[in-house]
Each structure stands twice: as structure tokens, then as C-alpha cells.
Nanobody, 121 residues
Framework: QVQLVESGGGLVQAGGSLRLSCAAS????????MGWFRQAPGKERATVAA????????YYTDSVKGRFTISRDNANNMMYLEMKSLTPEDTAVYFC??????????????WGQGTQVTVSS
């Protein structure tokens, strides 16, 4: 089992920045690919970004390319999502997830509870 806890969400004005964190515990963090996902009201959960076990491979959905950066710190069991130039369309609950396989879909095995990001216009 892997336990995941997100933090760093909040209310920010359009054009602002936030940094989300995902703290992992349980099995060795470096065994797992990780991802960030989001679900806006009335919409399905969608992949935002993903990162391979060693951090060498990353994926971003088109709408966040150039604005968001995913990273991980295997020594401290942490993953991050740096978000810049936020727009109201980025408003959603953001989830982190872990899985044994690096995927761009949301087929991950372990999920956090989510953190709310709200971007005001």
C-alpha cells in the first residue's frame, strides 16, 4: 500500500501561481510512477501530468504545457506540481496518484484525497 497526501491548493487570482505537493508513505516511493490529475465540477477526471519512477520521463496534457512542471524527490518521498499563469479553467480538485507503470491515462493504483485549486478571474 502507498498512502498519498496532497497539499498546497487554495484560491489564487488568474495569472498567479501555486505549488502542489504530494507526500507519499508506505512502500518505497521510487518504485512508483506518479501523476497529477484533476477533476472540475461536472467533468471527468483528467490527467494533468505524469512522471516516471526516476523522473527522467514526464508527460503533460496540452493545456498545461509550458505552465506546469512536475517533479519528484525520491529521497524525501515527495512529488510536486508547480503551476504558473493559472486561469479559471484550471479550477479543479487536484489528485496525486501512484502506480507501478508510467501511464498518461488515469490507470494508477493509489490515490490521494485531493486538494482544491480555485482560480478567480
Amino acid at each position: 500500500q502507498v498512502q498519498l497526501v496532497e497539499s498546497g491548493g487554495g484560491l489564487v487570482q488568474a495569472g498567479g501561481s501555486l505549488r502542489l505537493s504530494c507526500a507519499a508513505s508506505g512502500r518505497p516511493f521510487s518504485r512508483y510512477a506518479m501523476g497529477w490529475f484533476r477533476q472540475a465540477p461536472g467533468k471527468e477526471r483528467a490527467t494533468v501530468a505524469a512522471i516516471s519512477r526516476n523522473g527522467e520521463s514526464t508527460y503533460y496534457t496540452d493545456s498545461v504545457k509550458g505552465r506546469f512542471t512536475i517533479s519528484r524527490d525520491n529521497a524525501n518521498n515527495m512529488m510536486y506540481l508547480e503551476m504558473k499563469s493559472l486561469t479559471p479553467e484550471d479550477t479543479a480538485v487536484y489528485f496525486c496518484a501512484a502506480g507501478l507503470v508510467f501511464r498518461t491515462s488515469d490507470e494508477y493504483d493509489y490515490w490521494g484525497q485531493g486538494t482544491q485549486v480555485t482560480v478567480s478571474s
